[in-house]
Protein backbone atom coordinates (compact mmCIF):
# COMPACT_ATOMS: atom_id res chain seq x y z
CA UNK A 1 0.00 0.00 0.00
CA UNK A 2 2.50 2.77 0.83
CA UNK A 3 3.91 2.66 -2.94
CA UNK A 4 0.03 4.01 -3.82
CA UNK A 5 -0.54 6.33 -0.83
CA UNK A 6 0.27 9.39 -1.82
CA UNK A 7 -0.60 11.35 1.16
CA UNK A 8 -2.61 10.17 4.06
CA UNK A 9 -3.79 12.40 6.94
CA UNK A 10 -6.34 13.40 10.01
CA UNK A 11 -7.20 16.76 9.67
CA UNK A 12 -9.20 18.49 12.77
CA UNK A 13 -11.00 21.43 12.89
CA UNK A 14 -9.28 22.38 9.31
CA UNK A 15 -5.82 21.63 10.33
CA UNK A 16 -3.62 18.89 10.00
CA UNK A 17 -2.33 16.86 12.66
CA UNK A 18 -0.40 13.55 11.78
CA UNK A 19 0.20 11.32 9.46
CA UNK A 20 -1.41 8.17 10.59
CA UNK A 21 0.73 4.51 10.37
CA UNK A 22 -2.86 2.42 10.44
CA UNK A 23 -5.96 4.18 8.35
CA UNK A 24 -7.93 1.84 9.62
CA UNK A 25 -7.45 3.37 12.90
CA UNK A 26 -7.01 6.59 11.77
CA UNK A 27 -10.76 6.11 10.72
CA UNK A 28 -11.84 5.05 14.06
CA UNK A 29 -10.48 8.19 15.83
CA UNK A 30 -11.66 10.62 13.17
CA UNK A 31 -15.47 9.34 13.68
CA UNK A 32 -14.76 9.29 17.47
CA UNK A 33 -14.71 13.54 17.28
CA UNK A 34 -17.05 15.17 15.90
CA UNK A 35 -14.28 17.77 14.06
CA UNK A 36 -12.22 15.74 12.28
CA UNK A 37 -11.86 13.53 9.52
CA UNK A 38 -9.28 11.33 7.44
CA UNK A 39 -7.92 11.95 3.89
CA UNK A 40 -5.94 9.43 1.80
CA UNK A 41 -4.75 9.86 -1.45
CA UNK A 42 -4.23 7.01 -3.69
CA UNK A 43 -2.23 6.95 -7.34
CA UNK A 44 -3.46 4.00 -9.47
CA UNK A 45 -4.21 1.54 -7.00
CA UNK A 46 -4.55 -2.44 -8.22
CA UNK A 47 -7.35 -4.41 -7.22
CA UNK A 48 -5.58 -5.99 -4.68
CA UNK A 49 -4.34 -3.11 -2.87
CA UNK A 50 -7.19 -1.12 -2.93
CA UNK A 51 -9.09 -4.21 -0.93
CA UNK A 52 -8.04 -3.03 2.38
CA UNK A 53 -9.09 0.46 1.51
CA UNK A 54 -13.30 -0.81 0.67
CA UNK A 55 -13.27 -2.83 3.35
CA UNK A 56 -12.23 -0.22 5.32
CA UNK A 57 -14.69 2.17 4.85
CA UNK A 58 -17.34 0.23 3.32
CA UNK A 59 -16.82 1.21 -0.20
CA UNK A 60 -19.69 0.30 -2.60
CA UNK A 61 -18.39 -2.38 -5.39
CA UNK A 62 -19.61 -0.95 -8.25
CA UNK A 63 -18.38 2.75 -7.67
CA UNK A 64 -14.98 0.37 -6.58
CA UNK A 65 -14.87 -1.26 -9.64
CA UNK A 66 -15.33 1.77 -11.50
CA UNK A 67 -12.67 3.66 -9.88
CA UNK A 68 -10.24 0.92 -10.69
CA UNK A 69 -10.84 0.39 -13.75
CA UNK A 70 -11.25 3.72 -14.83
CA UNK A 71 -12.07 5.53 -18.53
CA UNK A 72 -15.78 6.73 -17.09
CA UNK A 73 -17.39 9.46 -17.82
CA UNK A 74 -17.51 12.12 -15.27
CA UNK A 75 -20.56 11.57 -12.84
CA UNK A 76 -21.88 11.73 -9.56
CA UNK A 77 -23.84 8.32 -7.57
CA UNK A 78 -25.10 8.57 -4.18
CA UNK A 79 -24.43 5.20 -2.13
CA UNK A 80 -25.54 3.84 1.43
CA UNK A 81 -22.27 5.14 2.75
CA UNK A 82 -20.43 7.07 0.90
CA UNK A 83 -20.81 9.61 -2.23
CA UNK A 84 -19.06 8.77 -5.51
CA UNK A 85 -17.86 11.54 -8.30
CA UNK A 86 -15.75 11.27 -11.05
CA UNK A 87 -13.73 13.69 -12.56
CA UNK A 88 -11.62 13.92 -15.58
CA UNK A 89 -8.15 16.65 -15.47
CA UNK A 90 -7.48 17.50 -18.94
CA UNK A 91 -3.69 18.09 -19.60
CA UNK A 92 -2.62 20.51 -22.17
CA UNK A 93 0.77 19.59 -23.90
CA UNK A 94 2.10 22.59 -25.52
CA UNK A 95 5.03 21.01 -27.68
CA UNK A 96 2.77 18.61 -29.42
CA UNK A 97 -0.32 21.09 -28.91
CA UNK A 98 -2.48 18.43 -27.65
CA UNK A 99 -5.04 17.77 -25.52
CA UNK A 100 -4.97 14.41 -22.85
CA UNK A 101 -7.87 13.76 -20.36
CA UNK A 102 -6.99 11.83 -16.74
CA UNK A 103 -9.04 10.67 -14.08
CA UNK A 104 -9.97 11.39 -10.83
CA UNK A 105 -12.25 9.72 -8.66
CA UNK A 106 -13.51 11.06 -4.63
CA UNK A 107 -15.18 9.24 -2.26
CA UNK A 108 -16.66 10.91 0.78
CA UNK A 109 -18.44 9.30 3.38
CA UNK A 110 -18.45 9.47 7.68
CA UNK A 111 -15.50 11.26 8.20
CA UNK A 112 -13.72 10.01 5.25
CA UNK A 113 -12.47 11.29 1.56
CA UNK A 114 -10.38 9.13 -0.71
CA UNK A 115 -9.21 10.25 -3.57
CA UNK A 116 -8.22 7.73 -6.36
CA UNK A 117 -6.14 9.40 -9.44
CA UNK A 118 -5.13 7.73 -12.76
CA UNK A 119 -2.96 8.97 -14.98
CA UNK A 120 0.05 11.85 -14.41
CA UNK A 121 -2.27 14.95 -14.26
CA UNK A 122 -3.91 17.36 -11.89
CA UNK A 123 -1.73 16.50 -9.02
CA UNK A 124 -3.87 17.34 -5.78
CA UNK A 125 -0.88 17.87 -4.01
CA UNK A 126 -1.30 21.55 -4.61
CA UNK A 127 -4.75 21.37 -3.73
CA UNK A 128 -3.96 19.58 -0.20
CA UNK A 129 -1.15 22.70 0.19
CA UNK A 130 -3.91 25.38 -0.71
CA UNK A 131 -6.90 23.96 1.84
CA UNK A 132 -4.47 23.43 4.08
CA UNK A 133 -3.64 26.72 4.21
CA UNK A 134 -7.36 28.31 4.55
CA UNK A 135 -8.32 25.90 7.87
CA UNK A 136 -11.92 27.70 7.77
CA UNK A 137 -12.65 26.49 4.55
CA UNK A 138 -10.55 22.62 5.33
CA UNK A 139 -12.97 22.96 9.02
CA UNK A 140 -16.10 21.88 6.85
CA UNK A 141 -14.74 18.24 6.61
CA UNK A 142 -14.75 16.41 3.33
CA UNK A 143 -17.55 18.57 1.39
CA UNK A 144 -14.37 21.07 1.88
CA UNK A 145 -12.13 18.31 0.15
CA UNK A 146 -14.83 18.15 -2.92
CA UNK A 147 -15.23 21.55 -3.37
CA UNK A 148 -11.64 21.94 -3.78
CA UNK A 149 -10.59 19.44 -6.26
CA UNK A 150 -13.64 20.02 -8.30
CA UNK A 151 -13.04 24.10 -8.45
CA UNK A 152 -9.39 22.88 -9.03
CA UNK A 153 -10.25 20.87 -12.03
CA UNK A 154 -12.50 23.19 -13.63
CA UNK A 155 -10.02 26.00 -13.33
CA UNK A 156 -7.87 24.39 -15.02
CA UNK A 157 -10.41 24.10 -17.78
CA UNK A 158 -10.73 27.45 -18.30
CA UNK A 159 -6.87 27.51 -18.46
CA UNK A 160 -6.29 24.69 -21.21
CA UNK A 161 -9.32 26.94 -23.11
CA UNK A 162 -7.44 30.07 -23.29
CA UNK A 163 -4.23 27.74 -24.85
CA UNK A 164 -6.83 26.09 -27.52
CA UNK A 165 -8.22 29.77 -28.30
CA UNK A 166 -4.20 30.69 -29.04
CA UNK A 167 -3.91 28.11 -31.16
CA UNK A 168 -6.65 28.48 -32.98
CA UNK A 169 -5.68 32.31 -33.63
CA UNK A 170 -2.37 30.53 -35.54
CA UNK A 171 -4.49 28.25 -37.18
CA UNK A 172 -7.00 31.02 -38.57
CA UNK A 173 -3.66 33.21 -39.51
CA UNK A 174 -2.47 29.92 -41.59
CA UNK A 175 -5.40 29.45 -43.15
CA UNK A 176 -6.14 32.78 -44.74
CA UNK A 177 -2.45 34.02 -45.33
CA UNK A 178 -2.06 34.66 -48.79
CA UNK A 179 -0.34 31.87 -50.42
CA UNK A 180 -2.71 29.92 -48.69
CA UNK A 181 -0.12 27.26 -46.91
CA UNK A 182 0.23 23.77 -47.54
CA UNK A 183 -3.41 22.71 -48.48
CA UNK A 184 -3.02 19.03 -47.33
CA UNK A 185 -1.56 19.78 -44.03
CA UNK A 186 -3.81 22.52 -43.21
CA UNK A 187 -6.56 20.25 -43.51
CA UNK A 188 -5.20 17.41 -41.56
CA UNK A 189 -4.10 20.10 -38.92
CA UNK A 190 -7.55 21.18 -38.88
CA UNK A 191 -9.02 17.88 -38.12
CA UNK A 192 -6.58 17.05 -35.36
CA UNK A 193 -7.67 20.49 -33.98
CA UNK A 194 -11.22 19.18 -34.27
CA UNK A 195 -9.94 15.47 -32.07
CA UNK A 196 -8.64 17.93 -29.32
CA UNK A 197 -11.63 19.74 -28.79
CA UNK A 198 -13.28 16.58 -28.86
CA UNK A 199 -11.16 15.27 -26.16
CA UNK A 200 -12.18 18.47 -24.24
CA UNK A 201 -15.43 18.03 -24.70
CA UNK A 202 -16.12 14.29 -23.27
CA UNK A 203 -14.15 15.61 -20.31
CA UNK A 204 -15.52 18.79 -19.55
CA UNK A 205 -19.37 18.43 -21.33
CA UNK A 206 -20.99 15.60 -19.10
CA UNK A 207 -19.95 17.39 -15.65
CA UNK A 208 -22.46 19.85 -16.02
CA UNK A 209 -24.77 17.88 -14.37
CA UNK A 210 -23.18 16.49 -11.43
CA UNK A 211 -22.03 19.67 -10.72
CA UNK A 212 -25.95 20.98 -10.82
CA UNK A 213 -26.53 18.53 -8.63
CA UNK A 214 -24.20 19.64 -6.32
CA UNK A 215 -25.38 23.09 -6.11
CA UNK A 216 -28.88 21.87 -5.28
CA UNK A 217 -30.22 20.69 -1.67
CA UNK A 218 -30.50 17.22 -0.36
CA UNK A 219 -27.28 15.79 -1.69
CA UNK A 220 -26.03 12.95 1.08
CA UNK A 221 -22.38 13.87 2.51
CA UNK A 222 -22.72 17.16 1.20
CA UNK A 223 -22.73 20.39 3.76
CA UNK A 224 -26.09 22.16 3.76
CA UNK A 225 -24.54 25.53 3.34
CA UNK A 226 -21.54 24.15 0.57
CA UNK A 227 -24.49 24.71 -2.59
CA UNK A 228 -23.46 28.61 -3.14
CA UNK A 229 -19.42 27.53 -3.63
CA UNK A 230 -20.94 24.81 -5.75
CA UNK A 231 -22.67 26.80 -8.08
CA UNK A 232 -19.89 28.93 -8.35
CA UNK A 233 -17.22 26.00 -9.79
CA UNK A 234 -20.94 25.31 -12.17
CA UNK A 235 -20.72 28.81 -13.70
CA UNK A 236 -16.99 28.38 -14.59
CA UNK A 237 -17.62 24.83 -16.46
CA UNK A 238 -20.94 26.79 -18.02
CA UNK A 239 -17.81 29.27 -19.28
CA UNK A 240 -15.33 26.68 -20.00
CA UNK A 241 -18.33 24.85 -22.08
CA UNK A 242 -19.20 27.78 -24.03
CA UNK A 243 -15.67 28.66 -24.90
CA UNK A 244 -15.17 25.11 -26.37
CA UNK A 245 -18.34 25.09 -28.06
CA UNK A 246 -16.98 28.69 -29.54
CA UNK A 247 -13.82 26.88 -30.54
CA UNK A 248 -15.73 23.88 -32.22
CA UNK A 249 -17.88 25.87 -34.00
CA UNK A 250 -15.28 28.20 -35.55
CA UNK A 251 -12.98 24.96 -36.75
CA UNK A 252 -16.11 24.06 -38.63
CA UNK A 253 -16.28 27.44 -40.09
CA UNK A 254 -12.18 27.53 -40.54
CA UNK A 255 -12.47 24.12 -42.49
CA UNK A 256 -15.22 25.09 -44.54
CA UNK A 257 -13.46 28.20 -45.66
CA UNK A 258 -10.45 26.04 -46.29
CA UNK A 259 -12.29 23.35 -48.40
CA UNK A 260 -13.98 26.88 -50.31
CA UNK A 261 -10.63 28.17 -50.97
CA UNK A 262 -9.28 24.95 -52.27
CA UNK A 263 -12.18 25.08 -55.05
CA UNK A 264 -11.75 28.05 -55.89
CA UNK A 265 -7.70 27.79 -56.38
CA UNK A 266 -8.94 24.56 -58.39
CA UNK A 267 -11.47 26.64 -60.73
CA UNK A 268 -8.63 29.39 -60.84
CA UNK A 269 -5.91 26.39 -62.04
CA UNK A 270 -8.54 25.63 -64.73
CA UNK A 271 -9.63 28.37 -66.06
CA UNK A 272 -5.56 28.95 -66.95
CA UNK A 273 -5.10 25.90 -68.26
CA UNK A 274 -8.50 26.26 -70.29
CA UNK A 275 -6.90 29.62 -71.72
CA UNK A 276 -3.81 28.35 -72.25
CA UNK A 277 -4.71 25.52 -74.18
CA UNK A 278 -7.37 28.22 -76.08
CA UNK A 279 -4.19 30.65 -77.29
CA UNK A 280 -2.85 27.05 -78.32
CA UNK A 281 -5.36 25.81 -80.50
CA UNK A 282 -5.56 28.78 -82.78
CA UNK A 283 -1.67 28.48 -84.37
CA UNK A 284 -2.32 24.37 -84.10
CA UNK A 285 -5.55 24.98 -86.40
CA UNK A 286 -3.55 27.08 -88.85
CA UNK A 287 -0.75 25.06 -88.99
CA UNK A 288 -3.11 21.49 -89.64
CA UNK A 289 -4.60 23.10 -92.19
CA UNK A 290 -1.10 24.61 -93.72
CA UNK A 291 0.59 21.72 -93.21
CA UNK A 292 -1.49 19.58 -95.28
CA UNK A 293 0.40 18.90 -98.54
CA UNK A 294 -1.51 20.11 -101.95
CA UNK A 295 -0.08 22.18 -104.53
CA UNK A 296 -3.17 23.80 -105.26
CA UNK A 297 -3.78 25.39 -101.89
CA UNK A 298 -4.45 29.13 -101.87
CA UNK A 299 -1.28 31.21 -101.07
CA UNK A 300 1.21 28.26 -101.13
CA UNK A 301 3.44 29.95 -103.46
CA UNK A 302 3.43 33.11 -102.44
CA UNK A 303 6.98 34.68 -101.04
CA UNK A 304 5.06 35.84 -97.87
CA UNK A 305 2.90 33.47 -96.99
CA UNK A 306 5.12 31.74 -94.25
CA UNK A 307 5.49 34.92 -92.48
CA UNK A 308 1.88 36.40 -92.78
CA UNK A 309 0.76 33.31 -91.35
CA UNK A 310 3.12 32.87 -88.58
CA UNK A 311 2.42 36.66 -87.86
CA UNK A 312 -1.55 35.72 -87.95
CA UNK A 313 -1.05 33.01 -85.61
CA UNK A 314 0.98 35.08 -82.65
CA UNK A 315 -1.24 38.18 -83.27
CA UNK A 316 -4.51 35.75 -82.26
CA UNK A 317 -2.36 34.24 -79.61
CA UNK A 318 -1.79 37.77 -78.73
CA UNK A 319 -5.22 38.82 -79.06
CA UNK A 320 -6.32 36.18 -76.46
CA UNK A 321 -3.74 36.51 -74.25
CA UNK A 322 -5.41 40.13 -73.63
CA UNK A 323 -8.77 38.75 -73.61
CA UNK A 324 -8.16 36.29 -71.02
CA UNK A 325 -5.76 38.39 -69.13
CA UNK A 326 -8.85 41.27 -68.90
CA UNK A 327 -10.99 38.63 -67.56
CA UNK A 328 -9.08 37.63 -64.96
CA UNK A 329 -8.35 33.94 -66.34
CA UNK A 330 -4.51 34.48 -66.40
Known amino acids: MPAVIVDCAIYRDGRRTERPDDFSD ?7 SRDAFLWI ?29 AHQRPKLEVYDDSLFAVLKPVVYEPESDTVSADELMVFIGDSFVVTVRHGEGAPLAAVRRRLEAEPEVLKHGPTAVLYAVSDAVVDHYMDVSGELQLDLEELEAQVFAPSGGDAKNTAARIYTFKRQVLEFRRAAGPLTAPMARLAG ?13 FRDVADHLTRANEQVEGLDRLLSDILSAHLAQMGVRQNDDMRKISAWAAMAAVPTMVAGVYGMN ?3 MPELHWVWTYPAVVASMGCAVFGLHRLFKRRGWL
Open 294 to 296: FDH
Open 217 to 229: AGVPFVHEHAQPF
Open 26 to 32: ALDEARA
Open 41 to 69: GLHEPTEEEFDLVRDEFGLHPLAVEDALR
